[in-house]
């Protein structure tokens, strides 16, 4: 069974930084896509980034293209987001989503519980 937790969620003024983390304790992540998506009251499930397996491929949201940096660290099982210059509209529910397709792209099956992020202006 696969279980995603997320940590690292929280309240930060604007221009603030936090940094999001994904562990997928005792679970070889090497060979999947990793991502993150976020939720904002009202509104559906949007992409805020991903990395391919081999970690050479990240991708954003327009949104967030250079304030936001993911990165994985296979031997911890765990990757992360990390967020600068945040701004009040970065305010939603974080979720972290693993791969189904070892060394492609495939689809988004497993999902974390999701963290709070809020940004105060």
């Known amino acids: 069974q696969v279980q995603l937790v997320e940590s690292g969620g929280g309240l930060v003024q604007a221009g603030g930084s936090l940094r999001l983390s994904c562990s997928a304790s005792?679970?070889?992540?090497?060979?999947?896509?990793l991502g993150w998506f976020r939720q904002a009251p009202g509104k559906k499930r949007d992409f805020v980034a991903d990395?391919?397996?081999?970690?050479?491929?990240?991708r954003y949201a327009d949104s967030v293209t250079g304030r936001f940096t993911i990165s994985r660290d296979n031997a911890k099982s765990t990757w992360y987001l990390q967020m600068n210059s945040l701004k009040p509209e970065d305010t939603a529910v974080y979720y972290c989503?693993?791969?189904?397709?070892?060394?492609?792209?495939?689809?988004?099956?497993?999902w974390g519980q999701g963290t709070q992020v809020t940004v105060s202006p």
């Open positions: 989503a693993k791969g189904d397709t070892q060394y492609a792209a495939g689809s988004y099956k497993y």
């Open positions: 005792g679970l070889d992540i090497s060979p999947y896509n």
């Open positions: 990395i391919n397996w081999s970690g050479t491929k990240p």
